[in-house]
């Protein structure tokens, strides 16, 4: 250790006696600013390449006077005596200049503006020896100056409250958006600390955001209240970062306000239109489901009646027009239990029972009945299936068939010619009811299974809710399996849906 104490303070010994001017020289060598030294005469001693680069030429060391430039005028562009120039009155005065502007020439007549700042340099006894000149490039310092003056503007006019204060919260810079904002004017608040604006209850979040900061990190989108200069408090969004010095140490924290007063008031506008809907259409729920309860009980007794009339009557006319008020009723207590099973399913009430059942045997018994309810049509089963079992709710799947037959007879013309697919793989039933009717446009089939959704303009004839598509995709959906439809204007459709096999 000692040993190696002593060596490091011969080494330096050796660096101060013989090599110090060297090391200087080094040193000055590689910096990026003009530097040149002159002796107490003024003959040039040194220069490093950024000082030639500004020049625009290598001086002759020893024998060039004062400055290294080709021809130098003052900041009004006149001709400079070399008498009156920076460096030599700093060594005529032996002091130091700064502030001034000067513009050399270079020989290839380029001209640049610079401002020197020569220091005299004295020996151990406090004699004169000669003097350093560093050479600023006057733009650099104009550039960086129209950076800030830029950088000054825009934190001016954001509409932003831009502000900076120190780690101990001290306010150090107030934009006119911040003036806007919390009624302070600079004067009011430069100096004075951050907690001025924070209402009493928070002040912790004070210490919360500098313990951020001094880490390192970012506060983002931070929602809280300030107070203004008459008191009232505003729900401000903050954005806060760190500041740090050229050394990359944090030394305060830069902040960014914005009040949220405008969007806080839309956002609970939003809200309550949206408590308003809500409540609207559970009011038109609840009323479709109680009118289609209520209208359900007096339909089903006039049913009964007419099915006994019906019996008793054998008059051909009045046999003919109670038949066909049966039809009616039947179609209007179709109307009502489908509205009735919408309320359910937006109450989420719809119940579905599930059972084994065979589709084929279904598929049939729908056939049959639809036969002998809905007339003369042209209706095709189109499988070699013979028996499949599939598990679900026998019943409302029946609802499904009856629905997308019904459909494809009511989109053809008179008769229909219909055809019915069932087919299977290893995980799935698919069933289809394909017609030759008036087909749906592609952009419309998109919506047809949605509630009250109806094609009018190609069949405004045909009367309808709209809602019997939206029933059996709902059923499909509770089934775990999927539907889906394939259409040509003036060609026909086809509905399919496919579920689940039983296992
Ligand atoms: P509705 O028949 O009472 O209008 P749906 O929900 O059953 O209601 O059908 C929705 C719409 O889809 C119908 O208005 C009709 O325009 C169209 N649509 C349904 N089935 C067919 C079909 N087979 N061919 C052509 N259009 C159809």
Known sequence: MDTDRKGRHKELKVIEDKNYNLLEQRLIHHLPVAVYTCDKLGHITFYNPAAALLWGREPVAG??????????????????????????????????????????????????????????????????????NTLIHYTDIRKAEENQALLASIVNSSDDAIISKTLDGTITSWNRAAERLFGYTPSEVIGKHISLLIPADRLQEEELIIGKIARGENVDHFETIRSTKDGTEIPISLTISPVTDLS??????????????????????????????????????????????????????????????????????????????????????GLVSDMLDVSKIEAGKLQYAEVNFDIRLMIDGVLE??????????????????????????????????????????????????????????????????????????????????????????????????????????????????????????????????????K
Not at 108 to 125: A, H, I, Q
Not at 266 to 281: C, G, H, P, V
Not at 301 to 323: A, P, T
Not at 401 to 410: E, G, H, Q, S
Request: hydrophobic letters at 35%; a neutral charge.
């Open 63 to 132: 024998r060039d006077l004062w400055c290294g430039s080709w021809k130098l005028y003052d900041s009004d562009g006149e001709p400079l005596a070399p008498e009156n120039c920076p460096m030599f009155r700093t060594l005529k005065e032996g002091i130091a200049i700064e502030g001034e502007i000067v513009i050399i020439e270079r020989p290839d007549g380029t001209k640049v503006r610079v401002k020197p700042y020569p220091v005299p340099l004295f020996n151990s006894e406090g004699k004169l020896t000669g003097a350093i």
């Open 248 to 333: 990359g140490k944090i030394i305060g924290a830069s902040k960014i306000a914005r009040d949220i007063s405008e969007q806080i008031k839309s956002q609970e506008t939003n809200e309550r239109l949206f408590r308003e809907i809500k409540a609207l259409n559970e009011k038109k729920d609840e009323f479709i489901g109680i009118a289609s309860h209520e209208l359900k009980t007096p339909l089903t007794s006039i049913s009964g009646y007419l099915q006994i009339l019906d019996r008793f009557e054998n008059d051909g006319k009045g046999k003919k027009f109670l038949q066909k008020t049966i039809l009616q009723v039947n179609k209007l207590t």
């Open 369 to 502: 009945l639809i036969e002998h309810t809905q007339g003369d049509h042209e209706i095709t089963l189109e499988t070699t299936i013979e028996s499949l079992f599939v598990k679900g709710d026998q019943q409302r799947l029946e609802q499904v068939m009856i629905n997308l037959i019904t459909n494809a007879i009511k989109y053809s013309s008179n008769p229909a010619r219909i055809s019915i697919y069932l087919n299977c793989t290893h995980h799935d039933v698919t069933v289809g009811v394909k017609d030759s009717g008036f087909g749906i446009a592609k952009e419309k089939l998109t919506h047809i299974f949605s509630l009250f959704y109806r094609v009018e303009d190609s069949n405004p004839t045909i009367s309808g809710l709209g809602i019997g598509l939206y029933i059996t995709s709902q059923i499909i959906e509770r089934h775990h399996g999927k539907i889906w439809a394939e259409s040509e204007p003036g060609k026909g459709s086809t509905f399919w849906f496919s579920i689940p096999r039983s």
